[in-house]
């Protein structure tokens, strides 16, 4: 028995699953890539170096085409439509299809037209199925398989959706989590205006996902464990604030020092370079509570977050995922997101996000006393349990078809 991952390149957010996956897959598991990482990917620490007994080899046609399962990050619609062809299990997972700034209008390029309708066509069988990096990935794909069906006000709206938060968790439509009364008013309210709500966890599994829903398994990437350290109590307002990154505008870095500037006692360190960092030491040279630190490697990463308190992600829709969050949670940090973000949307309680760009909305959340956060169930672990048996389970129900 054979399980393939294949991905773009080796990347430090596959790896631990992949790792994980040794666990439980009773067979051979591979890691393979189609492109070597570029200059700036390995000088910021992406390589195969964590990786303990997996030796990540290149893409491999015949094995991908071959292996009793594969799930793979790519558009590869031949390599898919041959396996389903011989009955065997494929994943797709992907981030956001309707990705701004484009959005909608992605559609009216035919050669990606063609392509989402086949992927859509795909999800037909029996053996293919849909992993979306996130419940934005999840909505668009929903949005285009309504549109595909006919449903033109598709083209104008976006459905809204609840869901579980946990690696394989089922995706529904608001109506239906309505009418199955696992909701309360208040989320209900939440879900109306922010497109999307989390299921509380008491009410998992209550509710047996149907049609195209029934091919949706929620996914993410994800990271190596942490440390666990215990933290102190994080004061009313945090000393110490942290951002890790590339300093380019769709991160929102601007809404962050604002934000800190408008509040006391507040000490923000931002760790990087980019295209806009004059900028943002012009602004947070207002008030001078932000302090400006070269670039560190991922593999420094996690030492930071040690010994910072809250860390803020305020990304906009542009981010498919974001890694650093569920990092930032494995260390025991307090984490702020914006909605708009693949994890913070999808991981973090409604209670920790804000709109992108909404300096008013965080001053207020950096202004609020609380504990560390949690990654829960989002682990490489679990993800990585949660995947074998669902291959396993859905395996022998197309068999039985």
């Not at 001078?288 to 809250?310: A, G, K």
């Not at 309680?349 to 909305?361: H, M, N, Q, T």
């Amino acid at each position: 028995m054979k399980f393939v991952l294949l991905t773009c390149m080796i990347s430090p957010h596959q790896l631990p699953l992949t790792k994980s996956l040794l666990k439980y897959w009773h067979g051979k598991v591979q890691y393979q890539y189609t492109e070597n990482l570029s200059p700036e990917r390995s000088s910021m620490g992406w390589n195969e170096s964590s990786a303990k007994n997996i030796i990540p080899t290149p893409f491999d046609p015949e094995d991908a085409l071959n292996a009793d399962a594969l799930l793979c990050g790519l558009r590869m619609l031949e390599l898919y439509k041959k396996r389903v062809q011989t009955g065997k299990w494929t994943g797709y997972m992907f981030e956001r299809w309707l990705k701004p700034p484009w959005g909608i209008l992605r559609l009216f390029w035919p050669p990606y037209f063609h392509m989402a309708k086949e992927i859509i066509r795909l999800g037909k069988s029996p053996f293919f199925h849909f992993f979306p990096i996130g419940i934005h990935a999840a909505r668009d794909l929903v949005r285009l398989e309504q549109l595909l069906k006919g449903n033109l006000k598709s083209l104008f709206f976006t459905p809204i959706l609840a869901f579980e938060s946990k690696p394989g968790g089922s995706v529904m439509t608001l109506q239906k989590a309505m009418k199955a009364k696992i909701l309360s008013q208040d989320e209900i309210i939440f879900a109306k205006k922010n497109g999307f709500v989390q299921i509380p966890q008491k009410n998992w599994g209550k509710v047996e996902a149907s049609g195209f829903f029934s091919k949706l398994c929620l996914w993410g990437y994800f990271v190596s464990p942490g440390q666990k350290a215990v933290r102190e109590k994080i004061p009313p307002r945090p000393e110490k604030l942290l951002w890790v990154g590339r300093m380019v505008s769709v991160k929102k870095i601007d809404t962050i020092i604002q934000a800190v500037n408008s509040c006391r006692s507040l000490s923000l360190n931002l760790y990087g370079h980019g295209p806009i960092e004059s900028k943002l030491k012009v602004l947070a040279a207002q008030k001078q509570h932000s302090i400006f630190h070269d670039f560190v490697p991922i593999s420094q990463v996690r030492n930071l977050m040690r010994i910072h308190d809250t860390y803020i992600f305020a990304s906009n829709a542009y981010e498919g995922w974001g890694a650093v969050v569920s990092e930032a949670l494995e260390e025991g940090m307090r984490v702020f997101a914006s909605m708009e973000s693949g994890a913070g949307s999808t991981i973090l309680p409604k209670e920790r996000l804000f709109r992108s760009g909404d300096v008013s909305a965080l001053k207020a959340l950096l202004q609020k006393s609380g504990s560390g956060g949690e990654i829960g169930p989002w682990t490489a672990d679990e993800a990585a349990r949660t995947l074998v048996s669902r291959i396993k389970e859905q395996s022998t129900g197309e068999q039985n078809a």
